[in-house]
């Protein structure tokens, strides 16, 4: 019974997310800027590749599962920048799969750049009754109901060699279901989610760094939250630190770059709320490779 009523509660919050376009939770947010701000498409100065896996509330059966790849580099022009990303996730019998392309305009200012980026692309989904055959809503008894809607970004993004930030208003629109179990796209200015963030590197000594990095994010859906990292880093090569989710979870962070192109980094977060009863935690994996790595070895940006 309390696997099913956990389910129903996964559905009602995507129902939530459906129209305000509320994006998954994100551990290791600087380590990918461009899943949640175009404008930082490009800002590695290089050919990046990345992958992200999440798995929250492990042990929940239906609990939200979340897979992002990216790629993004500078062209010819080097103040401009695109970048593609692909989304996937599943919560209970929903799952819903999103392809972006991003563009980026960099003007230098002071001793870094001002980039401005969009995006665009649209989120295919689907929602299967099979976990849901107890439910008498029709909305749920439709079996497989798909739908395809179009969606758009911005942002704005200030990097140098080390320190950033960032604004976005990540999705513009939304979409849902009235009870027919057809979903249609949906624009509300009031329910647009606000990110800022920023974070940098400081040199403690010639072998030890310190990264501290903060995401606030202002929503009038869902609660408004923040979440703070301090990762630190061993001759370039060992990572690790914690991290804090208001009212949510303590973040622990484990990372490993393999050379000066290949970063490996292993998230886990320890409920601390009222999900902890439930679930052992959650646990985020994100992997990235740099081609033509250009940046100064001796102050590597993870952001």
């Not at 939200?64 to 580099?73: D, K, W």
């Not at 929903?94 to 003007?107: A, D, E, H, M, P």
């Amino acid at each position: 019974m309390m696997r099913f009523l956990l389910n129903i509660t996964f559905l009602f919050v995507f129902c939530l997310a459906l129209s305000g376009q509320i994006l998954p939770a994100i551990s290791l947010f600087s380590d990918m800027p461009i899943q949640y701000n175009p404008a930082s498409t490009g800002c590695k100065d290089a050919l990046a590749v990345g992958f992200k896996f999440r798995k929250h509330w492990t042990g929940i059966e239906g609990s939200p599962s979340t897979q992002v790849f990216s790629a993004h580099a500078p062209l010819r022009n080097p103040r401009v920048a695109m970048g593609l990303l692909l989304e996937n996730e599943n919560i209970g019998a929903t799952n819903y799969t999103g392809i972006f392309l991003n563009y980026s305009y960099k003007i230098p200012v002071l001793a870094g750049k001002l980039s401005f980026g969009i995006k665009g692309g649209i989120t295919a989904g689907s929602q299967s009754s099979i976990l849901l055959r107890d439910v008498t809503d029709r909305a749920f008894n439709e079996n497989n109901n798909q739908f395809i809607v179009p969606n758009f970004g911005f942002g704005t993004y200030y990097y140098e060699k080390s320190y950033w930030a960032g604004f976005s208003i990540p999705r513009f629109f939304g979409f849902e279901s009235k009870g027919s179990g057809q979903y249609h796209m949906v624009h509300d200015v009031s329910c647009y989610e606000y990110f800022i963030t920023g974070g940098g590197i400081i040199n403690l000594t010639s072998d030890i760094t310190v990264e501290p990095s903060a995401l606030i994010v202002l929503s009038s859906v869902l609660k408004s939250g923040f979440t703070i990292n301090c990762i630190g880093a061993y001759r370039e090569t060992f990572r690790g630190g914690l991290g804090f989710r208001s009212s949510d979870a303590i973040i622990i962070h484990l990372g490993y770059n393999l050379n000066r192109q290949l970063t490996l980094i292993y998230s886990y977060d320890i409920n601390i709320g009222k999900m902890s009863t439930y679930t052992s935690g959650s646990h985020e994996v994100n992997m990235q490779y740099k081609f033509g790595y250009t940046v100064n070895t001796s102050s590597p940006r993870h952001f």
